[in-house]
């Protein structure tokens, strides 16, 4: 026989319910004590649902304002990166986490039981693993709905469960979900409606547009019905939606959500509505460039010119993106102001304005944005300029541009040309990069060193070699300069120079504070040495793969390296050592699999690959335990 034991457990309604041992073929541990010490579990009842309505609503209001801005920026590209992370690559399998033994079944029968607190407390619990990424949740489903039927059920225990099946499975209890958003409150109606509006619900639908048609809705529910209407897309909602717009007595946030919805859902016909509002309130002037999002009429394209000479940035980006979407001529009268203004947004659409009607005379235009202050555009222009470059007319040009850039003094317009060189394979430019490794800003003398590893220029050795020279081991390395020296002892790998072996050498033993250049100088050793066991720097390279006790061990990543290189070097008189630590079977860790790899070099063999790993997650408000007999 198997216990469980409630460990002062909060009841409903707000009491402690006393300790309780007993005997049962049931296997369960309530971890609510536990959570509420350490602050998870506030006190009162189970669910703050004061603190559940006030975040769910601080999401929703974030959503709507951030719909004003409709230009996505792009994302960073290509970057800085060690060639020892591939060289060789290891498909280290991740560790399989599991639930304890029993969770599912425990959980189901715990459903069952007659206490409020056990029951939140297990749908809490499923709806956690299913957002953990457990499998076995949908087991749960027809338990969980049985509960929602059940009479007098306590309001926390409804909104748990409700909960339980909006993250596992909403299809399987719609008619459930929707009444408990016409009959519950607010935090019930964020709770479920977004999964309703994610199923295109038709009853629910119908709910949302009569609740546009209704005076007497409160704001808060207007916001989630035009929110959950822009996702279903419901033509039939952008009368009533027009309306909310365009009337001037209406809260600002709920205007703007109409609007914003009418304008995800209509391609035509809003021309009007947004007529009377361009000229009027900051408000006004957000709700009309929201109407006209996907409207390409000649009416709508007046009115978003209009409106994209307002001040208020805020109206003019998403105008700007509009008019880029119909045609990017259109934006080209405002393009020249627009690379100039505060607001990247702004800034943006006129670079790509520029990008997509490109001429000689813009090239310049384009590539002044390599400085840009905002990442994400300089990182824009040089991939547009790389496009450009690749397509063959612009070839000459757009070279020209970047190597003014990369001989000139600002440093994000130096970092971007950096990139781009690389990534071209332009040998030209190595001797200035070797000059850029003395840079004063890291972005740049860190990317020239990972660039000169890449064009891997025969004449670039010896400044390569000058810098990590001159880059003491004996003195604390300046911010960033790890990184780079990591690069250069790439580099050196790649071009074969065996003069940087004493560099290497002297960073062998122990310094936590250096993880990339004694990562990669250790594995660029290997590269150089590779087929020549030398004897004393193998010991070395051992005593780094063995050093995991004390308070400060070796970095893994310098042990995987260690062991790679012993494996390059073929150095069997560590062999004893190698297959001491691999064992039996390769087990899931890059160290483990760097030994495995280094034996194979060495020795031919293969060892078998150990299953993966499987931890079980602990930590469940209730969960299996075993006797406690």
Sequence with gaps: MRSYEVVSLKRIDGRRSRPVRQRTTDACHCWLAQQCRTGLIVSGPLIDLRAAFMSALSFLMVAVMALMLTSSLPAQDIQPSFLMFTDPAFDVPPRVRQLPPGSVALWRKTLRRSEPELVQAAADCIAKAQTEGFPGMEECIDDLIAVLREPKLHRDVRYSVNRAIVEVDPSSATDLLLKASQSEDLPFKLLVEPALAGLNNPPAINVWVQRLKDPSTHRRELLLACQSLSTTKTEQAVEPLLAIAVDATRPADVRIAAGRAAGVIATSGSEDEAASLMNGSLVDALCAVSLLRQHTSEDAQQHLTKLAQREESVVMAPALRSLLDIDPELVLPFAESAVEHPDPKVRQCGLDAYV?????????????????????????????????????????????????????????????????????????????????????????????????RVLAAPETADGILDKVQRESVDRPSIPHGDRQLGHLFEACAVLGDKRV???????????????????AGIWAGGKLMEGQPNEQIAAALMSRITDVDGEVPELEVVRRMSAVTLGRMKAESQ????????????????????????????TGERLPFAPPPTVTVEGWLIQPVLSVN
């Design 575 to 602: 062999l004893s050592q190698l297959r001491s630590l691999a064992g039996d079977e390769i087990h899931a860790s890059d160290v483990s699999y760097a030994v495995g790899w280094a034996i194979e070099q060495i």
């Design 356 to 452: 997509e009607t490109v001429d000689e005379q813009q090239l310049p235009l384009i590539a002044a944005m390599l400085d840009d202050e905002h990442i994400e555009i300089r990182t824009s222009a040089r991939q547009a300029l790389f496009r450009l470059s690749s397509e063959g007319d612009d070839r000459d040009a757009v070279s020209e541009l970047m190597k003014n850039h990369l001989n000139g003094d600002a440093w994000r317009a130096q970092e971007q040309a950096a990139l781009f060189f690389a990534a071209a394979d332009d040998k030209s430019v190595a001797p200035r990069f070797v000059e850029l490794l003395d840079s004063a800003r890291p972005e740049v003398f860190v990317t020239v060193a990972w660039g000169l």
């Design 501 to 519: 072996l004493p560099s290497i050498a002297r960073l062998v033993p122990k310094d936590v504070r250096r993880p990339y250049s004694r990562s």
